[in-house]
């Protein structure tokens, strides 16, 4: 009885989220991205969204409750207790080729992920990350079955990590500090949302910093334990990770070291804010060993190095504070040739390359 019920539910708010998006554009256009969306492999997915989602739009009016709510209820149907950690790991890095490149591990609970392509009208053309757990999908209820699919319609509005054209790159990574909740004159934008408006609206960093002087954070509230810092990194080899201590954005650069061709950094789940009451912050031992690569070699990695530095720092069923966590996704942006690499659910023999501009398999 209580899978039926589950089930009707699950069928009822992907008729509703389809619903909801017909009422905003062309069903046409709708169909065409639910269309498009296919598995490669167990756990991985990619989806060409060529319906208009209006960043615009949402830019001008904010967004800080609607898709929270809609998260809200789903996290309600189809998860029982508190969301665990995220244990992530970025870096970037130059390869010996002069090409810049941005690393991100994603390591979760067990999850299905995405890679979505998107075309804003009035934007930049990017590739990013997501986590379909955040989209309502889980080991019972997946995209595999096409009559699921209308979930993948909130795809473009939870990325977790991504590049656009200009090859400027952002990652969010989650911290052990209370949510973040600005409340000023400006617009609102959830976590994700900002992840959106930096891939669709910034070509460099310092773009993506006023994007977010811009708007008011506002993290999920059904999360209050959680905050999340953003590493962001352009073509031009620059990079900073932005973070909030008390409602307050920082910004962090790298350090500059002499002989280096690129200054690069790296974050995983604590603060880097100097003097940040972070007590429970976790990743210091990654970060450590991301360095001591980049420090041996002056910040010069190949793409397949890169890889190897995330394999070396990814988890396998480790326990984060009560919760069995694996690397998700691991991914390699190439800021320069504009293209990516990428490995699924922990398996780092299998090697899938894509462009930002064909949505599917380069080889």
């Known amino acids: 009885m209580l899978v039926f019920l589950r089930k009707a539910l699950s069928f009822l708010l992907s008729a509703l989220v389809l619903f909801s998006c017909t009422c905003f554009g062309s069903m046409k ?47 309600k149907s189809f998860l029982k207790g508190n969301l665990p950690a995220l244990g ?12 810049y490149i941005f690393a991100r591990n994603f390591d979760y609970i067990e999850c299905d992920h995405a890679l979505v392509w998107t075309h804003p009208k009035n934007g930049y053309a990017s590739v990013s990350s997501v986590s ?60 994700t949302m900002m992840i959106r408006a930096v891939l669709d609206k910034a070509a460099t960093v310092q773009e993506a910093i006023e994007i977010f002087r811009a708007y008011d954070l506002r993290e999920p509230l059904f999360m ?38 690129v200054d690069y950094i790296a974050a995983a789940n604590y603060c880097l804010t100097p003097g940040a009451d972070d007590p429970n912050g976790m990743g ?23 890889i190897d530095v995330l394999h070396r720092v990814s988890m396998d069923e480790d326990d984060l504070h009560g919760f069995i966590c694996s690397t998700i996704w691991s991914i390699v942006y190439d800021q320069t040739e504009l293209t990516l690499k990428l490995c699924s659910q922990n398996n780092f023999e299998k090697v899938f390359e894509f462009s930002v501009d064909k949505p599917q398999v380069v080889k």
């Open 132 to 191: 379909m757990l955040f989209n309502g999908y889980d080991k019972d209820f997946t995209a595999e079955n096409k009559m699921n699919r209308s979930f993948m319609m909130l795809a473009p509005y939870v990325p977790f990590d991504g590049m656009n054209e200009k090859g400027l790159s952002i990652g969010i990574l989650e911290l052990e500090c209370p949510a973040v909740f600005q409340l000023t004159e400006k617009p609102n934008l959830t976590c």
């Open 284 to 306: 210091q031992e990654r970060v450590a060993k991301v360095y001591s690569y980049l420090y041996k070699t002056s910040g010069v990695l190949s793409t397949v190095q890169a």
């Open 88 to 99: 992530c790991t970025t870096f970037n890095a130059v390869t010996p080729e002069g090409n």
């Open 224 to 261: 209050p334990n959680y905050s999340y810092h953003y590493h962001i990194a352009d073509a031009s080899g620059n990079s900073v990770v932005v973070e909030y201590i008390n409602g307050k954005m920082n910004l962090i650069y790298p350090e500059k070291k002499d002989g280096n061709r």
């Open 29 to 75: 256009k709708q169909q065409e991205s639910l269309s498009s969306v296919q598995k490669l492999a167990d756990g991985l997915y990619t989806m060409n969204y060529t319906y208009d989602y209006d960043i615009d739009e949402l830019l001008k009016n904010g967004v800080s409750n609607h898709i929270e709510l809609i998260l809200k209820g789903i996290r």
